[in-house]
T-cell receptor, first 114, second 119 residues
Framework: KQEVTQIPAALSVPEGENLVLNCSFT??????LQWFRQDPGKGLTSLLL?????REQTSGRLNASLDKSSGRSTLYIAASQPGDSATYLC?????????????FGAGTQVVVTP | GAVVSQHPSRVICKSGTSVKIECRSL??????MFWYRQFPKQSLMLMAT?????????EQGVEKDKFLINHASLTLSTLTVTSAHPEDSSFYIC???????????????FGPGTRLTVL
């Protein structure tokens, strides 16, 4: 069974600092990895999708890397802003599961202070 | 990007009543939708996979007779919590898979969630 761990569980940084969020997994038979953002009491917004054949994806200030051999994915957010405050979740599609079945980490709660 | 809606966004009901939650994909068709449950400060747990025109697939430990799922069309899936009890109070989120690109590159789009409170 896939174990997904997100470290740290919570993070508070001053505006302008870079954010580094970690996601580790135990089973390398992943197919895709997706990073999401969740605002309090809201649904999920997809940030980046990395296919297993890729090593990273970038979108604006966001960069996500995937290292299957070490069982790790990292989300970098450059020059953080107060609007980046949210919970960030990583999720995996497993090759052993039916299409689209995502397994989620518990998330990292981020607070960016002005 | 694609939009998924949920209705209602909040519902409060008495213990023993049934509650229906709708999930709609607004600008794409989805043969597969997913229902998740989220407790405070915890991650999403998949409850079931909803398949258009066939029976839903439930995850281990989820009571299919309590959480009824109907995927009647390519844009609508419903979750009915039957005989709700306080322990069913939770945040329910649906997602729909945009199958335009085909295969594992499909992206899931999530609804805004429904907060259920059972008194």
């Amino acid at each position: 069974k896939q174990e997904v761990t997100q470290i740290p569980a919570a993070l508070s940084v001053p505006e302008g600092e870079n954010l580094v969020l970690n996601c580790s997994f135990t089973d390398s038979a992943i197919y895709n990895l997706q990073w999401f953002r969740q605002d309090p009491g809201k649904g999920l917004t997809s940030l980046l999708l990395i296919q297993s054949s890729q090593r990273e994806q970038t979108s604006g200030r966001l960069n996500a890397s995937l290292d299957k051999s070490s069982g790790r994915s990292t989300l970098y957010i450059a020059a953080s802003q107060p609007g980046d405050s949210a919970t960030y979740l990583c999720a995996f599609w497993m090759t052993t599961d039916s299409w689209g079945k995502l397994q989620f980490g518990a998330g990292t709660q981020v607070v960016v202070t002005p | 990007g694609a939009v998924v809606s949920q209705h209602p966004s909040r519902v409060i009901c008495k213990s023993g009543t049934s509650v229906k939650i709708e999930c709609r994909s607004l600008d794409f068709q989805a043969t597969t939708m997913f229902w998740y449950r989220q407790f405070p400060k915890q991650s999403l747990m998949l409850m079931a996979t909803s398949n258009e025109g066939s029976k839903a697939t439930y995850e281990q430990g989820v009571e299919k007779d309590k959480f009824l799922i109907n995927h009647a069309s390519l844009t609508l899936s419903t979750l009915t919590v039957t005989s709700a009890h306080p322990e069913d109070s939770s945040f329910y989120i649906c997602s729909a898979r945009d199958e335009t690109s085909g295969g594992y590159t499909d992206t899931q789009y999530f609804g805004p969630g429904t907060r259920l409170t059972v008194l």
